[in-house]
T-cell receptor, first 113, second 110 residues
Framework: DAGITQSPRHKVTETGTPVTLRCHQT?????MYWYRQDPGHGLRLIHY???????DKGEVSDGYSVSRSKTEDFLLTLESATSSQTSVYFC????????????FGEGSWLTVV | GENVEQHPSTLSVQEGDSAVIKCTYS??????FPWYKQELGKGPQLIID?????GEKKDQRIAVTLNKTAKHFSLHITETQPEDSAVYFC?????????FGAGTTVTVRA
């Protein structure tokens, strides 16, 4: 298994509160990604990073921000959580050329009540 | 950007039979097509991939075929077993990312 650790693995939070999910990798890979998974929508990219302090938006970035201050850590923040952000969040890393050979973490289950 | 469509959304097969999942993509420049398997409560795991310079790749009971002219690729699972029950995703490159199909839930009946 790729060395990816997500935390927390499960979280319940209230609407309007900020939430931060953390992804930590031990592979020293340049590219890191945050995806969300919802029934009927598969995996959709939220944000990704191509280096320290280098990030870009994915297809569903509204309401989310990210930061990458170290190669090994990629943080996803929900500034003010909404019920529509209840989802499973997956961090992923890329071992090869951009967009190729992506490996996923085990996921973070977030419920916004 | 790349658009990936995956069919069927659900697939039920008798143990020992074959399963086939098909995906189409839109960008003719795409050159890498991975398949992922996701078991309940876990993250997607890469099970096989194919690059555009080959038409077929096999790994034990799993094979992937690619038709670049028609822009579609397929996953074939032979001699299905209960442990093959999972959600399967296809994907194709989209700039520096991957675009995923919506997934196929495969159920292997004993």
């Amino acid at each position: 298994d790729a060395g990816i650790t997500q935390s927390p693995r499960h979280k319940v939070t209230e609407t309007g509160t900020p939430v931060t999910l953390r992804c930590h990798q031990t592979e020293n890979h340049r590219y890191m990604y945050w995806y969300r998974q919802d029934p009927g929508h598969g995996l959709r990219l939220i944000h990704y990073s191509y280096g320290v302090k280098d990030t870009d938006k994915g297809e569903v970035s509204d309401g989310y921000s990210v930061s990458r201050s170290k190669t090994e850590d990629f943080l996803l923040t929900l500034e003010s959580a909404t019920s529509s952000q209840t989802s499973v969040y997956f961090c992923a890393i890329s071992s090869g050329a951009p967009g190729e050979t992506i490996y996923f973490g085990e996921g973070s289950w977030l419920t916004v009540v | 950007g790349e658009n990936v469509e995956q069919h069927p959304s659900t697939l039920s097969v008798q143990e020992g039979d074959s399963a086939v999942i098909k995906c189409t993509y839109s960008d003719s420049a795409s050159n890498y097509f991975p398949w992922y398997k996701q078991e309940l409560g876990k993250g997607p795991q890469l099970i096989i991939d194919i690059r555009s310079n080959v038409g077929e790749k096999k790994d034990q009971r799993i094979a992937v075929t690619l038709n670049k002219t028609a822009k579609h690729f397929s996953l074939h699972i032979t001699e299905t077993q209960p442990e093959d029950s999972a959600v399967y995703f296809c994907a194709a490159p989209n700039d520096y990312k991957l675009s995923f199909g919506a997934g196929t839930t495969v159920t292997v009946r004993a």
